[in-house]
């Protein structure tokens, strides 16, 4: 991920800077008028609806919400090739997204005790620790303790958003500092995070390698977002398979007699036929 993001958006950027060292950016008003986050409403709610929804998957998290909301948006925009150029729109979908998923992993914690986090996995850990077993009668016999973790993650958001309008100004001047002193200093911290994950210079190769990898992907138009969620959601994938077809006796029955799994997979091939079938019916016509 540190390679296919960060280590490709560095390489993109050397190769611009022998054209131009320094970005020019003026930081002018701070906040937008009242018009623009008008027309941002339906993007937010959108997306911290679908961040809700993928918060409740156990493993998923925030990156995949932020993904999911930026490609859907994407997807309803009528200027998807702005998206990638600093489209507000796109910033908005991501944020909520990934702040929707707070939501949504908290709450199957609480009322399941399944983490849809890391986060929440640690909070599940604790609770267990001080003799609390999360589920249903939680809420009944300790329902303080239930209603302090929503408060406390409200205010968590209140302060959140007064540290990010009093650093808003500081760091806009990071767009102000010579592409020949960030892209090194990027690149050296990803060297360093890689390395620093289980101190083994072939992470530190694997990340150089995509890298390069997503370097021709943003060449060529290819978004990375579908490898990441291959990367975090395929062995979660597997393993489930293997499971469910373990407690069904190597049958595949399951995945046709089950309602919730129809209604699942039904949903999944549309999502991959329609826009299939509308570039055919738009290339036809």
Known sequence: MIG???AAEAFSTLEKTA????????????LPPWTVYRGLLPTVFRSAGMGTMIGMIPGAGSDIAAYVAYNEARRFSKTPENYGK???TAVAACEAGANGCTGGALLTMLTLGIPGDAVTAIMLGALTLQGLQPGPLLFQEHAN??????????FCYAVMVFMSFGAMRILGRVLQVPRSILTP???ALCIVGTYALNNSMFDVYIML????????????????????????MGPMAEANFRRAL???????DFLYTRPITVVLLTAAILTL???LIRSLLRFRG
Do not use: C, H
Not at 145 to 154: A, I, Y
Not at 211 to 225: E, H, I, N
Not at 246 to 252: M, N, Q, R, V
């Open 4 to 6: 296919l993001f960060a």
């Open 145 to 154: 303790l239930v209603f302090t973790l929503f408060v406390g993650m409200l």
């Open 19 to 30: 054209v131009s060292l320094k970005t020019k950016a003026a930081l002018g008003r701070l």
């Open 209 to 232: 390698a995509a890298g390069v990898v997503g370097y021709f992907m943003q060449k060529w138009g290819f978004p990375a977002s579908p490898i990441v969620l291959a990367l975090i």
């Open 86 to 88: 600093g489209e507000i």
């Open 273 to 275: 036929a329609v826009p």
């Open 185 to 187: 200093a990027i690149l």
């Open 246 to 252: 373990s407690l069904s006796g190597g049958s595949y």
